[in-house]
């Protein structure tokens, strides 16, 4: 770059010293001024440049975010498809436990009506004899599944039983024992003959009941 001293001495042969000095300043001086201008429209450019450089990374910003909008709105539909999934097998879950709820009674009570058939002869092994057919009833909001009155020693006797398919729990013991308690308050001076029919006692739950005085009677006995 030419200083202002270069310039000067190139103007001293057609201006005087003094005035080629001032001429020298000025023309440095227009110089810088036109140099700042073309930086300050170099800097213009360049921030242009950044500006659609910004421009596109939104635009990209902006695409993203619809493509996660989408899926989003595609998220909560299977979401809401599961949730229909989910109502729907839970009501065929519910009705398939009603239905066998309904199969295990029809089950529970066919025992009960093949019980009220077999017993008459099968308790004469006890010395027991019926004298009034048994039934089926709610005693104080027990269910009762074998009610009868019987002879027993020349003794009137209160014969109450209860029927579980399999009888592999002490539970169901407790609960035949709990109605049985019922039965004693309807009939305080009465001798009552416990009975729990079933297809299969496992062998300790039979000693259980020995020790309660409750005579398990499996169906392949009276056969």
Avoid: C
């Avoid at 004899?129 to 019987?150: A, C, P, Q």
């Amino acid at each position: 770059m030419i200083n202002a001293q270069q310039i000067k001495e190139r103007l001293k042969g057609p201006f005087e010293e003094q005035q080629a000095g001032v001429l020298a300043e000025v023309i440095v001086e227009a110089t810088h001024e036109s140099q700042k201008e073309l930086v300050k429209a170099s800097d213009f450019n360049e921030l242009k440049d950044i500006v659609k450089g910004l421009g596109i990374k939104v635009g990209e910003l902006a695409e993203a975010q619809k493509r996660t909008e989408l899926k989003v709105e595609e998220l909560a539909e299977a979401q809401k498809r599961t949730e229909i999934e989910i109502r729907t097998l839970v009501k065929v879950v519910d009705k398939t436990s009603t239905d066998l709820g309904g199969l295990s009674r029809s089950v529970g009570y066919a025992l009960e009506n093949e019980a009220y058939r077999a017993l008459p002869g099968y308790l004469k092994n006890f010395g027991v004899e019926l004298t009034e057919k048994f039934i089926r009833t709610i005693i104080d909001d027990e269910e009762i599944n074998i009610l009868g009155r019987g002879r027993k020693n020349g003794q009137e006797i209160i014969i109450v039983g209860e029927a579980e398919l399999k009888l592999t729990s002490v539970g169901k013991l407790k609960e035949f024992e709990r109605k049985v308690n019922t039965l004693r308050k309807k009939y305080p001076t009465k001798e009552i003959f416990k009975i729990f029919v079933t297809h299969f006692a496992r062998p300790e739950i039979i000693e259980k009941a020995r020790e309660k005085g409750i005579t398990i009677v499996q169906s392949f006995e009276w056969i």
